[in-house]
């Protein structure tokens, strides 16, 4: 009984910190690295260090809280973000070498699916219910900068990590 409240207290300290974490880049971060996607960073790190299925459940917690940031109606960034993981989750199974160069790989894979599946929201409520211009979506010279300052964040932490923890990845299949 201890152990669950105690991976329940690490679990919602570790959420609000990746909330808390999120806020302060959009906030407090110069132009360009404010488009540091943390929340979305931090689901591909438990892709890959957590290698196990039950970390998918924090994909519609953290976007839940990021929702009231969101200019997008309730709901939709928490959708985004599971189809998002669960995608990129399964395209992890295909990996078998876990060097940095897989490793970005992954990142622009999960980034460019986020990416997607958020434009083609914003489109779809433009189309069907005429509530976002056009105009109001970024061009694709800003989309292109958030993914790679993403990809390269995720990089820069991945490498880090590597460094510093040594840790080994471990592949686990989803069932």
């Not at 300290?13 to 880049?25: G, R």
């Not at 132009?31 to 299925?53: A, C, D, E, G, K």
């Amino acid at each position: 009984m201890l152990s669950v409240i105690k991976y329940l207290a690490i679990s919602a300290a570790t959420l609000l910190i990746i909330f808390l974490a999120q806020v302060a880049a959009i906030y407090l971060l110069p132009y360009p690295f404010n488009q540091i996607n943390v929340t979305l960073l931090s689901l591909l790190w438990l892709i890959i260090y957590r290698n196990n299925h039950g970390f998918i459940w924090l994909s519609p917690i953290i976007p839940i809280a990021t929702d009231l940031f969101s200019s997008l109606p309730f709901g939709f960034a928490a959708l985004i973000m599971i189809i998002t993981i669960i995608c990129t989750r399964r395209i992890f199974e295909i990996f078998s070498n876990f060097s940095w160069h897989n490793i970005f790989i992954l990142a622009l894979i999960g980034i460019i699916l986020y990416k997607f599946f958020a434009y083609a929201t914003l489109w779809l409520i433009h189309f069907l219910f005429n509530e976002i211009e056009p105009a109001q979506l970024p061009n694709l010279i800003s989309i292109l900068s958030e993914i790679f300052i993403n990809a390269f964040t995720f990089l820069i932490a991945y490498l880090l990590s590597r460094i510093f923890a040594r840790r080994k990845i471990y592949y686990q299949p989803m069932m």
